[in-house]
């Protein structure tokens, strides 16, 4: 239902570069972990790691970021588009290292992420 909405064109170019990445390559190359500028932006706005992150705070934290990235604050116009990026490149490193729950089924948003992706991308 997130998708259905206003998306952002900076969501939408995150998106199509993850699914182009995905359907050339069948899963994203292997991305490097994010780092500790990129965990403390995170951290500012009290965002997990998508590893230990439900889905239920992952479709929070898109709707959050959705109406972040329309704000007519500069500062968190540019945090929202930062974040996602981060995202992305959480879900490539997870998806590339072939990444199995922690506990049965409890943190899957990165499934949430990827879903979301796949729903805006013209891909």
Same mark, same amino acid.
């Given at each position: 239902?997130?998708?259905?909405?206003?998306?952002?064109?900076?969501?939408?170019?995150?998106?199509?570069?993850?699914?182009?990445?995905?359907?050339?390559?069948?899963?994203?190359?292997?991305?490097?972990?994010?780092?500790?500028?990129?965990?403390?932006?995170? $951290? +500012?706005?009290?965002?997990? =790691?998508?590893?230990?992150?439900?889905?239920?705070?992952?479709? %929070?934290?898109? /709707?959050?970021? @959705?109406?972040?990235?329309?704000?007519?604050?500069?500062?968190?116009?540019?945090?929202?588009?930062?974040?996602?990026?981060?995202? $992305? +490149?959480?879900?490539?490193? =997870?998806?590339?290292?072939?990444?199995?729950?922690?506990?049965? %089924?409890?943190? /899957?948003?990165? @499934?949430?992420?990827?879903?979301?992706?796949?729903?805006?991308?013209?891909?």
């Amino acid at each position: 239902m997130l998708a259905r909405g206003e998306v952002p064109d900076s969501h939408r170019r995150v998106a199509d570069n993850y699914m182009v990445i995905k359907k050339i390559y069948g899963t994203p190359v292997v991305q490097p972990r994010i780092n500790t500028a990129e965990k403390a932006l995170l $951290a +500012k706005y009290d965002f997990n =790691l998508l590893e230990f992150s439900t889905i239920k705070q992952i479709n %929070e934290e898109l /709707s959050f970021l @959705k109406k972040w990235s329309l704000s007519l604050d500069k500062n968190l116009r540019k945090d929202s588009d930062e974040i996602i990026q981060i995202r $992305a +490149k959480e879900l490539k490193f =997870l998806v590339a290292s072939r990444y199995v729950s922690l506990t049965s %089924e409890i943190y /899957s948003g990165y @499934k949430a992420i990827e879903r979301y992706f796949e729903e805006i991308s013209k891909y």
